[in-house]
């Protein structure tokens, strides 16, 4: 059974950063594609990065400039670097690892971000 266990949310002021790790266990497949999303408070969910196996990444326009998504594939780790955080990035942040010859899309539990202003 495939888990997904992520770390590194918390409380942080406007302008700090926070580093986000997400780690997979139990996968017989190699994930090609590890993204991370988030959903604050009565908004839907929403993709923030994504990287692919080739290392090509993909930024929400909301993110561009601050974050950064990298991966460790030997480790099936995608971590989130976020820094110049903003009251609007408040939401808890998700991360997905798929397979997608297989249609295998995987999500873990969820992690709290809150910035303060």
């Known amino acids: 059974q495939v888990q997904l266990v992520e770390s590194g949310g918390g409380l942080v002021q406007a302008g700090g950063s926070l580093r986000l790790s997400c780690a997979a266990s139990?996968?017989?497949?190699?994930?090609?594609?590890m993204a991370w999303y988030r959903q604050a408070p009565g908004k839907q969910r929403e993709l923030v990065a994504a990287v692919a196996g080739g290392g090509v990444t993909n930024y929400a326009d909301s993110v561009k400039g601050r974050f950064t998504i990298a991966r460790d594939s030997a480790k099936n780790t995608v971590y989130l670097q976020m820094n110049s955080l903003k009251p609007e990035d408040t939401a808890v942040y998700y991360c997905?690892?798929?397979?997608?010859?297989?249609?295998?899309?995987?999500w873990g539990q969820g992690t709290q971000v809150t910035v303060s202003s």
């Open positions: 997905k690892m798929s397979v997608r010859p297989l249609g295998y899309d995987y």
């Open positions: 139990g996968s017989r497949f190699m994930f090609d594609v």
